[in-house]
């Protein structure tokens, strides 16, 4: 049984991948609101008018060489010790480039993370995982709802079957080093505040978005969850499903499960729109809890 991590201090320096994308760049800019010295890391030098700004290197993680040299603080005018590092560089979704491809980029990338960082001697990794490890898209009904973390992954798409391994890789390197923590968050669909003027329209067919339960993370809850996590304190190798308390649609969770998924159980009285990637574990050992919902912009 997981036991609630103890409240401890942040790290005081933290290397971001992944640093320019839509989750990067809000988890960046959180972690520097309170309080953390951040380098951002990305293999693309930005150009968005959100770009992450402040200390930046730019580094491709498929070459072990400059993994070790920014987690070492060897890189000119970017020394200093790291303390912890956030991995949430990839190629982020399947589809977007042959499979074979996805998995070369994503499984050296996050192998050369971890290997750099034990190497390093940095014992706090927070690394992105995903939903899809549950089985998206559900395509085959899920084994229960609210879907959790006690069923072993079942990766559908070559983009899963990686995070699934890096579970599985996070595991045996805390295994190697018994001091080492490692938390892989399952984010959920990563949405920004512009993107849920969509959202209503995905009424009309409860079927559009069933393929990962009607589940989101608002950026900035993704980024809280980050900062929890790094504030865990127990070694060993853990998971946590990270999503809104929410669903996207207006119809009730249970609804929504009755009509499209009438033969799943379902486990325990739903709220009325209560998600269906259950956060209960993230709650309850990190701490987290969602603090933006898409009903607040969306009239």
Known sequence: MTHPASVTALPRRVVVTGATGKLGRAVVAHLRDVGVDVLAVDRAAGGDPRDVGGEFLQADLTDYGQ??????????????????????AAIP???????????????????????????????????????????LPFDTPPPYAPVDEEYAPRPESTYSLNKALEEEMAGHFCRWDPELIMLGLRFSNVMDVEDYAQF????????????????????????QAVERALAYDRPGAEVFIIANADTVMSRSSAGLMSEVYPDVEIRKELGEHETLLSI?????????EPRHTWRNHVR
Do not use: C, M, Q
């Open 67 to 88: 993994v070790l040299e920014a987690l070492l603080g060897g890189a000119d005018e970017h020394g200093g010790t790291v303390d912890a590092v956030v991995h949430l």
């Open 93 to 135: 979704a399947p589809g977007l480039l042959p499979n074979a491809t996805t998995f070369a980029n994503n499984s050296s990338a996050t192998y050369n993370v971890f290997a750099a960082a034990r190497a390093a001697g940095i014992k706090r990794v927070v690394y992105a995982s995903s939903e899809t490890v549950l089985g």
């Open 200 to 223: 209503p329209s995905f009424d009309a067919d409860p079927r559009l978005r069933r393929w990962n339960l009607w589940g989101y993370i608002d950026a900035r809850d993704g980024a």
């Open 280 to 288: 209960d574990k993230a709650r309850r050992v990190l701490g987290y």
